[in-house]
């Protein structure tokens, strides 16, 4: 049903893109703080062999550093480890904090990851369809990005970049490669799930590649100020509502407004339910008096 739209409070859902070298960790860090003020308020996982440590505690920095929370994620790179522990660091933050995956591109190339998975799943059909093996690991792919940027928390996700070529045909008709820019080390389309990508050069540089907020133009170095004006944009809105059971986002469904279904949720269950936690809860009772009716 439609419904007459309202600016809601959001939640950051940011890409860095660079490649090794370009300080992806430290900017993260940066848009992270400006974003909480509050140094304890921010959770990095760190797939990089334990290489973000280095930057806690740093007064060397233009920006001094503080201490942030901290977990170290190893090979296999699943991707059900990755959820595991971003819902894990959403709990610890708070949904005014911040969780950075540092780095998503293990999850898709590296040991365990949905490479790996694919490779699995081709071996065991016997015709060895692999686009029937990409259709079975591209449902995995899909439920890693989506349950990272669901959480109830702010969420950078830094990426690894490759460069990207084309080939284009000269004056003289002969075909060569040129560089078209950095690409991420993730699935083709993973950019499209973020609401902001920006791409950041060895000079620290980052621009922007994708946005869905004000940083249309932006090219420079990152800096906290980014992260607070961030906050102020995503935070000048009405609160979303969210379901008191898994906490996820209220929408329209079956025909009902986000209003109707937080009054009739509340009326009939007393909290805040989502469509899909209301079936759950009908299905419990159900069975409850089932079951009291049969002892």
């Not at 760190?46 to 920006?63: I, L, S």
């Amino acid at each position: 049903m439609f419904e007459e739209v309202t600016r809601q409070k959001s939640k950051l859902r940011m890409g860095l893109v660079g490649p090794s070298g370009a300080g992806k960790t430290l900017s993260a860090l940066y848009i992270a703080y400006g974003i909480t003020n509050d140094w304890s308020k921010i959770a990095l996982i760190d797939t990089e062999h334990e290489r973000g440590r280095f930057y806690a505690n740093r007064t060397d920095f233009k920006v001094p550093t503080g201490t942030f929370l901290y977990q170290s994620l190893t090979a296999p790179y699943s991707p059900d480890k990755y959820i595991s522990y971003v819902q894990e660091a959403a709990k610890a933050v708070g949904p005014d904090g911040v969780v950075i995956v540092d780095s998503l591109s293990h999850a898709w190339d590296n040991e365990g990851g949905v490479l790996d998975i694919k490779n699995e799943i081709a071996k065991t059909k016997t015709n060895n369809n692999g686009f029937s093996a990409w259709d079975e690991a591209g449902k995995i792919q899909n439920n890693l990005i989506n349950s990272i940027l669901s959480v109830n928390a702010h969420t950078i996700a830094t990426m690894r970049a490759k460069m990207a070529y084309a080939m284009e045909t000269d004056e003289r008709g002969k075909t060569h490669p040129v560089k078209i820019g950095l690409a991420p080390v993730q699935r083709e389309n993973a950019e499209y799930e973020f609401d902001i990508v920006l791409n950041i050069s060895r000079d620290h540089t980052a621009t922007t590649s994708k946005d869905t907020t004000f940083l249309d133009n932006f090219c420079g170095v990152i800096t906290p100020e980014i992260g607070k004006q961030l906050h102020d944009w995503l935070d000048n809105g009405v609160e979303p509502e969210r379901c008191s059971d898994c906490g996820n986002l209220i929408v329209s469904a079956k025909g009902r407004t986000v209003q109707q279904i937080v009054a009739g949720s509340l009326e009939n269950y007393g909290r805040k339910l989502c469509m899909r936690c209301v079936t759950a809860e009908i299905k419990k009772r159900k069975e409850a008096a089932a079951n009291a009716a049969t002892s």
